[in-house]
């Protein structure tokens, strides 16, 4: 049934009948709202949100998005279109960036993190854009990336013991989101897998515990 109304949605968005496709992805949502494909939802409401101008809104389903799926290039790229067009140009170009990591090639992305150097170069930021390198300012902001996710994992952990799975299982999803590659990421899948395991959402739980 989920799947029907996101494919209602989608033929709705091809029709440009934005309103009507948010309301069929949330169908989907309030009928599997952490399934398999929930980020897919979440990501496809966020593209009906953008174009409505919602853009906030949009930003939230891209990161409830990611919070499923942080590997989820399009999620990544609808976030940081959603920055871009509320004028966030350096969270666009690091979620942009992001977004590379798991699909080098989408010329889409890179159009986009040219456009946001360009724009921040107009808004006054010149002497930092022109010699502007994305993957070195994604490198600047990796470290403090690492200790937030860490600050998350403590938080999940201390949600674990007092067997507030629910929220242990969004504490180790914002790691995840902040830090999907660093030394630390295993134990921040492992985490969440064994919370998911607690929420009886095992096919989750394996998903993640082959991350």
Partial sequence: EAEKHNNIGNSHMQRKEYQEAVESYSKALQLSAGGPNSHVYFCNRAAALVSLKKFELAIQDSERSLALRPDYAKAHARLGLSHFLLGNYRQAMEAYTVSLKYEPDNKSAK???????????????????????????????????????EKFKVKGNTCMANHEYEHAY??????????????????????????????????????????
Avoid: M
């Avoid at 946001?116 to 403090?144: C, P, Q």
């Avoid at 985490?191 to 082959?210: F, G, T």
């Fill in 170 to 211: 969004e504490h180790y999803s914002r790691a995840i989101v902040l830090n999907p590659e660093g030394p630390q990421s295993h134990v921040y899948y492992s985490n969440r897998a064994a919370a998911l395991c607690y929420l009886e959402k095992y096919s989750e739980a394996e998903h993640d515990s082959l991350l």
């Fill in 111 to 149: 159009n986009y993190i040219e456009k946001a150097a360009k724009r921040l170069a107009e808004s006054g930021e010149k002497s930092k854009a022109t010699s502007f390198s994305v993957i070195s300012e994604w490198e600047k902001n990796k470290h403090n990336n690492e200790e937030q996710a």
